[in-house]
């Protein structure tokens, strides 16, 4: 390639993710050796406790690996301070947000805190950049409205133009579509997708719309207990890996339709 | 407009007293001009003009370690009072005024300095703010830890009376009278050393405007935008306790002030960024307490009522109408 970046933007090396209970670690899942593409839009599949948040959580270094590392742009995450961190790396929780008075512009201006000054001002550039984000994300309309005014659907907008404020390589985002309808859910992914290729940004997700992701993602990393194994969502479904991710006899996978079914005994 | 407010306020409050002084010498007093009557220019100047300046920097202070702890726990009805705070200085304070029963003479001796007043106060109040956080990093439900402030709130208060059952009637009496709460007997020298504490607290809190301001997303995602979550939660605390400590120290402990004032402030400039906060919390705070203050004194008779119950009597009701209110709670 012509560009002296590499196009991997991060990358893990003999990860061990879990937690550490009284001295004694609880590991959930070990070996990890997963690498991020730029621009690409990945979708993390497992059941309920495989470890899906502890990954990402992991490599948002909201908490330490067990051992191994996190290479993000080729240097090991725990060499970044915070503040250099929140310019690699943006996030969308589960958590709700505390209700306040916040605007949604004063929300999505947040997301400029890597880049302000000590009290917070906001130069022209980070009103252009939320100004930005919140067209890209069809904000706009919503702009001087309070946060608890807005339905469910409109506050992951919100927090998702928030991440892209944030202006980072990466935003990982946890279950962003858990408590909406069909069609904000498809809303909420293909506005994902989008700005994963038109803007350029590795997208992480984690999430249980199987069959979306499976339309969506470029990438797929399926956690299965002990291990994690990651593909296009194609090779994944032709080597069979995609059909064992739920080790269920009440479902079953049709692989002309890409969709998980309920089997019928 | 707050400001304007304020020396209205401010005014009144010099205005009022046990001695009536008409309105024009109050000002000529102010501006050091020659009044009808030397005694009346003495009051307004040794007496009256410390305690409205006590009562801006108490209330201002109070008002605004509510906010930071409202941030900090995210929770509506976090304040000093509530979280138990105000007793752990409280409980400083009993150490030292009661505690020469225990301890004998040395400390005694050491009750009547200011800065070992403000150190007690101080003290009690970050631990037991630091026991409360404690609390906190276990249980996630802040229901708990308001209940655990309040039950920190129960134990220091059996300490204390512990302890009064053990002491003097004349160490009782000046520890009474201390937590019924007064702003007056500050002296223009203790005053100076209150505005020292006071000003250090404010500058505490103008360094963790922009963190606070993240902080209203919570704990997770102010740390994922560059935030230090652990300096900013230890300056919070700091500023906090030293603020509640001089004031506990110097004025008693002072109730509904701190729960109070934030909300009253956000009904009013609906907005959460600190920027705008700190400055109108400060400002509603000053002012509420010179009201409460006027109110105490019973313009036009003697009598003085104690401040607690002043500001116990339009506080708690606001408490109770922000508990009953069908809208959400916000920061």
């Known amino acids: 390639m012509a560009t002296n970046k590499s196009n991997t933007i991060l990358k893990t090396e003999n990860l061990s993710i879990g937690y550490t209970v009284r001295k004694k670690a609880l590991i959930i899942q070990e070996n990890l050796n997963l690498e991020l593409k730029r621009g690409v839009l990945t979708c993390i599949l497992g059941n309920n406790g495989i470890g899906k948040s502890t990954l990402l959580r992991t490599l948002a270094k909201m908490q330490p690996a067990l051992s191994g590392s996190v290479l993000i742009d080729n240097k090991n995450s725990d060499d970044y301070t915070s503040q250099e961190l929140s310019k690699k790396i943006s996030l969308v929780l589960t958590e709700s947000v505390p209700p306040s008075n916040l605007s949604v512009f004063e929300l999505v201006a947040l997301g400029r805190q890597p880049y302000t000054n000590w009290i917070g001002t906001l130069s022209d550039i980070d009103k252009t950049m939320v100004t930005k984000a919140m067209q890209q994300t069809e904000i706009t309309n919503l702009v001087s409205k309070k946060i608890f005014e807005l339905s469910d659907g409109q506050k992951q907008r919100v927090m998702i133009a928030r991440a892209l404020a944030q202006n980072t390589e990466i935003i990982i985002l946890d279950e962003p579509t858990v408590h909406l309808d069909i069609h904000h859910k498809i809303a909420v992914l293909k506005l994902l997708k989008n700005i994963s290729k038109n803007l350029n940004k590795s997208i992480i997700i984690a999430t249980h719309e199987v069959s979306f992701a499976i339309q969506l993602a470029d990438t797929l990393w399926l956690m299965h207990p002990n291990k994690c194994v990651t593909g296009t969502p194609d090779a994944l479904i032709t080597n069979k890996t995609l059909q064992e991710l739920f080790n269920s006899n009440l479902i079953s996978f049709n692989s002309n339709t890409k969709q998980f079914n309920i089997k019928n005994t | ?331």
């Open chain 2, 1 to 331: 407009m707050l400001l304007l407010l304020l020396v209205v306020v401010g005014l009144l409050n010099l205005s009022f007293g046990s001695v009536s002084i008409p309105f024009k010498d109050v000002i000529y007093s102010l501006l050091g001009k020659e009044t009808l009557n030397n005694t009346w220019q003495y009051i307004i100047v040794d007496y009256r003009l410390p305690k409205t300046i006590t009562a801006i920097l108490v209330g201002s202070s109070l008002a605004l370690s509510g906010l930071l702890m409202q941030t900090l726990f995210r929770n509506p009805l976090a304040g000093p009072f509530v979280l138990g705070i105000s007793s752990g200085a409280s409980l400083g304070v009993a150490l030292l005024l009661l505690g020469a029963g225990f301890f004998g003479g040395t400390i005694a001796s050491l009750a009547t300095s200011d800065l070992s007043m403000v150190l007690a106060a101080s003290g009690g109040a970050f631990l037991i703010l630091l026991v409360v956080l404690i609390a906190a990093s276990k249980v996630r439900n802040t229901m708990s830890i308001l209940i655990i402030g309040l039950m920190f709130g129960s134990f220091t208060s059996a300490i204390i009376s512990i302890m009064a059952y053990f002491s003097t009637a004349e160490q009782l009496q000046q520890f009474m009278f201390w937590s019924y709460g007064s702003l007056g007997n500050l002296s223009w020298q203790e005053l100076g050393f209150f505005f020292g504490i006071y000003s250090l607290g404010i500058l505490l809190i103008i360094f963790i405007i922009k963190p606070l301001n993240s902080l209203l997303l919570g704990e997770n995602y102010a740390k994922s935008m560059g935030v230090n979550f652990k300096s900013t939660r230890t300056i919070t605390l700091v500023a906090t306790s030293l603020l509640t400590g001089v004031c506990t120290a110097f004025a008693g402990p002072i109730a509904f002030i701190g729960l109070a004032v934030p909300h009253l402030t956000r009904l009013v400039i609906t907005s959460s960024d600190h920027k705008i906060l700190v400055p109108a919390v400060a400002l509603t705070g000053a002012i509420l307490m010179l009201i409460s203050d006027t109110i105490a004194q019973l313009p036009t008779s003697d009598y003085t009522l104690p401040l607690n119950a002043v500001t116990t009597l339009f506080g708690a009701p606001i408490v109770i109408w922000l508990l009953v209110r069908k809208r959400k709670l916000i920061f």
